[in-house]
């Protein structure tokens, strides 16, 4: 069963960080393009970072570049997001996401709360 796990989300004050994880399981995470995408209340889902099977990345949101990170243990099967320097506006649902060759799988999400 082909199945995308995220973790990691939670409660953090403005300026702290956070690591998500996405589990992949019942297929080779390493041969897919992986992003991480959020959607805030209210709004349409965004991406904001991918990394290809070679490990390439691209970040597609301004608002993070120099905060947030992508990276990939392809010995785990797992893709992280390393977020630092977290702002209110950083709240979301943070969605994982794997594609190859028109192949799409999603994560169920994980929730990311910026607050003091």
């Known amino acids: 069963q082909v199945q995308l796990v995220e973790s990691g989300g939670g409660l953090v004050q403005p300026g702290g960080s956070l690591r998500l994880s996405c589990a992949a399981s019942?297929?080779?995470?390493?041969?897919?393009?992986m992003s991480w995408y959020r959607q805030a209340p209210g709004k349409e889902r965004e991406l904001v970072l991918r990394?290809?099977?070679?490990?390439?990345?691209?970040n597609y949101l301004d608002s993070v570049k120099g905060r947030f990170t992508i990276s990939r243990d392809n010995a785990k099967n797992t893709v992280y997001l390393q977020m630092n320097s977290l702002k209110p506006e950083d709240t979301a649902v943070y969605y994982c996401?794997?594609?190859?060759?028109?192949?799409?799988?999603w994560g169920q999400g994980t929730q990311v709360t910026v607050s003091s």
């Open positions: 996401n794997a594609i190859r060759l028109g192949r799409q799988y």
């Open positions: 019942g297929f080779t995470l390493s041969i897919y393009t």
């Open positions: 990394i290809t099977s070679a490990g390439g990345t691209t």
